[in-house]
């Protein structure tokens, strides 16, 4: 079992470009789950995926950001056009979607826009 | 929404020391997660807590799920440097297994 992955682990970018990250989860699972993390504002749910469709998008944060999953495998979380204040630590979670089932986390993307 | 107090907000203990921290909600959850996450990392499961009044352990650490299902809390016990980390507790409602809500966390020093 390698894992929920995520790329890249660090991204710097300037702000107005576009910037996307990318998660393939564990194989298997059910739920995949975008969070976003800040010291001011802790994890913060972005989206959620059950069985490749978008189910709960009310966390995010504005148009600018956009979320897919083509297929069970991989997601991308999409910022276009990028801001200093979108810089965070954006986490990608996977897990079955039985009751009770906890999330596995990757490493996440720490994202720095300047 | 759905909200988790969690405190302490942070602690800075002694080795060999205990620690307690705990999480409340203002809504009923039928299953409690306590997470650990250490510098660089995602947050990974510790303990789960699938019915009131359950209490786990897992090595030095135990947790239980309180009677009403709106709190829960963690222990550690004999403290050692390597307990560093953040650690969250996570609630999960019935009506929509896997989405969890958060608490803000508790953020672990301990001092050898």
């Known amino acids: 079992d390698a894992g929920v992955i995520q790329s890249p682990r660090h991204e710097v970018t300037e702000m107005g470009q576009e910037v996307t990250l ?6 298997g699972h ?3 789950f975008w969070y976003r993390q800040t010291m001011m504002r802790g994890l913060e749910l972005l989206i959620y995926f ?8 009310s966390g995010m944060p504005e148009d600018r950001f956009s979320a897919k999953m083509p297929n069970a495998s991989f997601s991308t979380l999409k910022i ?3 801001e200093p204040r979108d810089s965070a630590v954006y986490f990608c979670a996977s897990s079955f979607v039985r009751w009770g089932s906890p999330l596995h986390f990757g490493n996440g993307t720490r994202l720095t826009v300047t | 929404g759905q909200q988790l107090n969690q405190s302490p907000q942070s602690m800075f203990i002694q080795e060999g020391e205990d620690v307690s921290m705990n999480c409340t909600s203002s809504s009923i959850f039928n299953t409690w997660l306590w997470y650990k996450q250490e510098p660089g ?3 990974v499961l510790l303990i789960a807590l699938y019915k009131a009044g359950e209490l786990t352990s897992n090595g030095r650490l135990t947790a239980q799920f309180g009677i009403t299902r709106k709190d829960s809390f963690l222990n550690i016990s004999a403290s050692i440097p390597s307990d560093v980390g953040i ?12 989405k969890s809500t958060f608490g803000d966390g508790t953020t672990l020093t301990v001092k050898p």
């Open chain 1, 22 to 27: 990318r998660c393939k989860p564990i194989s």
């Open chain 2, 87 to 98: 650690y969250f507790c996570a609630g999960q409602p019935n009506t929509n297994a896997g």
């Open chain 1, 50 to 57: 059950n069985n490749n469709v978008p189910i709960d998008d």
């Open chain 1, 30 to 32: 059910d739920y995949l």
């Open chain 2, 41 to 43: 990392e995602g947050p």
């Open chain 1, 80 to 82: 276009q056009p990028s």
